[in-house]
């Protein structure tokens, strides 16, 4: 069953300066489906518009970002509802916390520089729950337990604590009211290897005492192979590909896919490895037809003008390219 269904997305942030209008086309025509229990991935280039997806199907949607079409469906427990329709800025601050919860980019921007850790806990328990003080720290305690940290980090100020320690501590935060589904955008980012490697343990730990949904955002594929149950990789405000990520590793169809998959270092192989050529295009002017064309090795003249549409190739795996039409 799905828990999540976004349909013909587009998110735009829309400027007016000097008399002139621009839009930066971050999400473009986004549809999928995510199911209840699963590790759903969504890859792709910095900037091809991965924490905008996440802003606007958590409901954070503010000037200069405006959804202009598209639906963003929950199913909790039965109860359908869609995010884009609740108009109240307080209900949907409800939803967030408690059904859904996003664990934004960049750790500082959750934990408050200038107060101690204790205090965000406090705003988000008191936010939604009327506890005394003993509840409150009963809570906290038993949450921070179950997930190897130390009740003395709350009396911590953010900056007192490695980048590693803070980002456990946002997600901990996150997650202390047990959200149904969980977006966690780009976790472990700007960690070193030792350090990411326990936050994908605390991830998997969450997720498997909590049993929510997961929704992660990353550039980082090797962590989308060893946590993801399904794949989708986005290029330049569309999704491009997705289905089982073991598939999406083996056979990969996009040409697009195929070579972020040919940048990544392999086992025992030498040889130099290329990267990805060409740089990824301006989300204000997209270049037409498919947008991927420009970069593309196997460019046809219809790729020039038409946009290819994802079209399913058996198992779930779905791709959006007009080398695959012929062979389904
Ligand atoms: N507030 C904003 N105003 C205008 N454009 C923006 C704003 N925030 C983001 N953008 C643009 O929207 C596009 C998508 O940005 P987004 O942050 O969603 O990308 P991303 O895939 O998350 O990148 P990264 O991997 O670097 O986090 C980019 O072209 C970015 O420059
Ligand atoms: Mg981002």
């Not at 947008?291 to 959006?320: K, Q, W």
Request: proline letters at 6%.
């Amino acid at each position: 069953m799905a828990i999540l269904e976004v349909k013909d997305l587009k998110a735009y942030y829309i400027t007016h300066r000097y008399g002139r209008t621009t839009s930066v086309k971050a999400v473009d025509g986004v549809s999928f489906k995510v199911e209840k229990d699963e590790i759903y991935g969504i890859a792709g280039e910095s900037g091809c518009g991965k924490s905008t997806l996440l802003k606007a199907i958590s409901g954070l949607v503010k000037p200069p970002l405006q959804i202009l079409e598209g639906g963003v469906t929950y199913n909790f427990d039965g109860e359908r509802l869609n995010i884009l329709a609740l108009n109240d800025e307080k209900q949907r601050r409800k939803l967030r916390g408690a059904r859904l919860s996003l664990v934004p980019q960049g750790s500082m921007s959750v934990l408050n520089p200038v107060r101690r850790v204790r205090k965000s806990f406090e705003d988000v328990l008191y936010a939604h729950f009327d506890l005394s003080e003993q509840e409150f720290e009963d809570v906290v305690r038993k949450h921070l337990d179950a997930l190897g940290l130390d009740w003395t980090v709350m009396h911590t100020y953010p900056h007192q604590l490695s980048g590693g320690m803070r980002q456990r501590i946002t997600i901990a935060l996150s997650t202390i009211l047990k959200p149904d589904i969980i977006f966690a955008d780009e976790p472990t980012t700007a960690l070193d290897v030792v350090v990411q490697r326990g936050v994908v343990q605390l991830i998997k730990k969450i997720k498997e005492e909590q049993q929510n949904t997961l929704v992660l955002v990353t550039h980082d594929l090797s962590i989308h192979a060893n946590l993801c149950d399904r794949l989708a990789v986005m290029y330049a405000g569309k999704i491009v590909e997705e289905g089982e990520v073991d598939r999406i590793f083996s056979t990969p169809k996009h040409p697009y896919t195929i070579m972020l998959l040919n940048s990544l270092p392999k086992l025992g192989d030498s040889s130099p490895r290329s990267s990805a050529p060409g740089a990824p295009p301006s989300l204000v002017n997209p270049p037409s037809g498919c947008r991927f064309h420009p970069r593309c090795p196997y460019v046809m003249e219809r790729c020039r003008t038409e946009s290819p549409d994802l079209i399913e190739m058996g198992n779930g795996h779905r791709v959006a390219c007009f080398l695959e039409e012929g062979s389904k």
